[in-house]
């Protein structure tokens, strides 16, 4: 019988393809958790400073050549790179974790002291966001003052989606005349192929933002001057970005006067201050900025017809 001996070197080399593949895998892991975790990091600042979706797509807003969405994008995606690294990671690293949960008797036990601190440090995290405790609240409510300011800076859209509309769409929505409105584009040289496209499309074709094609259509002085001492009949449906004008400034849009308004809003059992937003009124009343919206109409619509000023 003929027994044939295999040396032991010829499956070492077998086994150390084995052993870096192994160890390769690890680093990977570990290095891809730590990039997607920085790259997260990054899009979260940006996200946490960027305008509303309206005010962004209205200005065509960028940032190092990215839009709000593609930020987005970018975000969501290198989440999920993060979380299937993190389970990788947790995997290799089982044996460890497990030993974070034993005692000092090195008995398996949940409820460490070590596991109870991060539980509650999460707990606060999550309760104190949703109960809106500062500082938590604070980090908010610095947020909303970035995107408040980006308002301001690049202004409101006529309505919601409004660089969706066709121009045809548009200039009806808004009250300008279809025929000016495209003389008024030529005039300035801005090309478009027909009334049926949209602004957006017409913005990307000359390299501009809906709102600098809308500011090019529109007519000098367009907006009305209401008369002193008339009260502005409010639209049925706010504007885009209402709620973040402040009682004051609502106020003086529509020529209503305000100590007048808060005591009628006060009957109604809606605390407000001339400082405060539609919006924080809402808050501080346990309601929506459409139903403080409601309200003000209603009282401006009662006030006019109490002056006789409603046509």
């Not at 995606?77 to 389970?87: E, H, K, S, V, W």
Request: glycine share 6%.
């Amino acid at each position: 019988m003929f027994e044939f001996i295999i040396p032991e070197t010829r499956f070492q080399p077998v086994k150390n393809i084995f052993r870096i593949n192994k160890m390769n895998i690890r680093r990977i892991t570990s290095l891809t958790a730590a990039l997607s975790f920085i790259i997260m990091t990054l899009t979260s600042i940006i996200l946490y400073i960027v305008p509303q979706g309206r005010i962004a797509y209205w200005a065509d807003w960028h940032l190092w050549g990215l839009t709000k969405e593609q930020w987005g994008s970018i975000h969501i995606n290198t989440g999920i790179l993060f979380l299937i690294a993190l389970g990788f990671h947790i995997y290799y690293n089982w044996k460890p974790i497990v030993n974070y949960l034993k005692d000092k008797t090195k008995q398996l036990k949940v409820f460490t002291l070590e596991f109870n601190i991060a539980l509650i440090l999460t707990l606060v995290f999550v309760l104190g966001t949703y109960f809106e405790i500062p500082p938590l609240s604070s980090i908010l409510g610095v947020s909303e003052t970035i995107k408040d300011n980006a308002a301001r800076k690049y202004g409101e859209p006529p309505y919601g989606h409004a660089e969706l509309s066709s121009l045809k769409i548009f200039t009806q929505k808004t009250g300008i005349n279809l025929q000016e409105a495209m003389d008024r584009l030529k005039a300035k040289g801005i090309q478009f192929k027909d009334e049926n496209q949209t602004l957006s499309e017409i913005s990307r074709q000359n390299s501009l933002s809906p709102r600098q094609v809308y500011q090019a259509m529109k007519p000098e002085g367009k907006t009305p001057v209401v008369p002193v001492g008339t009260i502005a009949e409010l639209p049925d449906s706010p504007a885009p970005g209402t709620g973040n004008m402040t009682l004051a400034s609502l106020c003086s849009q529509y020529n209503l006067n305000m100590k007048t308004l808060i005591r009628a809003l006060r009957e109604k059992g809606i605390q407000a201050k001339d400082d405060l937003t539609l919006k924080k009124i809402a808050e501080q009343n346990r309601t929506g900025p459409l139903d403080i919206y409601e309200h003000i109409r209603t009282i401006a619509h009662e006030l006019a017809e109490t002056k006789g000023t409603t046509k």
